[in-house]
């Protein structure tokens, strides 16, 4: 997730052209408790909604369309669809696209499923009160 989190605040600070770069990371569960949301808000200049979903993939076929767009955020949608795991950007105020975006990941949360070791009883040999214990 490190490569995801990183890649997200990399291109929030390379378009944001304040002196000092602004970000904002909420998380928390979903009402039904299955799903992790996390969000990235900054108060950059904001994403066009043409642009919103272009800027995980390579569309276009001319290199100056491509020109200063690195892979980062391309990967991560490719990393994140093979993990099952949705991102997408919206605007962080949605009467003004001009203030700001909002990268909202859902994922499922880690649960850690421990092995049990095998169940082996044992019965007494010296006495018949004694029944199968673990």
Not at 41 to 64: A, H, M, N, W, Y
Not at 97 to 119: A, D, N, Y
């Amino acid at each position: 997730m490190w490569y995801i989190f990183f890649n997200i605040i990399h291109f929030i600070g390379r378009f944001d052209t304040s002196e000092n770069v602004k970000l904002e990371i909420n998380a928390e569960m979903t009402d039904s408790d299955d799903m992790l949301r996390i969000e990235f808000l900054d108060s950059g200049p904001g994403i066009p909604d043409v642009q919103k979903s272009q800027i995980f993939r390579r569309e276009g076929s001319t290199d100056d369309k491509l020109e200063g767009k690195g892979l980062g955020l391309i990967l991560v949608d490719r990393y994140i669809s093979d993990l099952g795991v949705r991102i997408w950007v919206e605007d962080r105020d949605p009467n003004d696209s001009t203030k700001g975006s909002k990268f909202v990941i859902l994922l499922p949360p880690w649960k850690e499923i421990l092995p049990l070791p095998p169940t082996i009883y044992y019965k007494s040999d010296h006495c018949i009160f004694c029944g199968p214990v673990l």
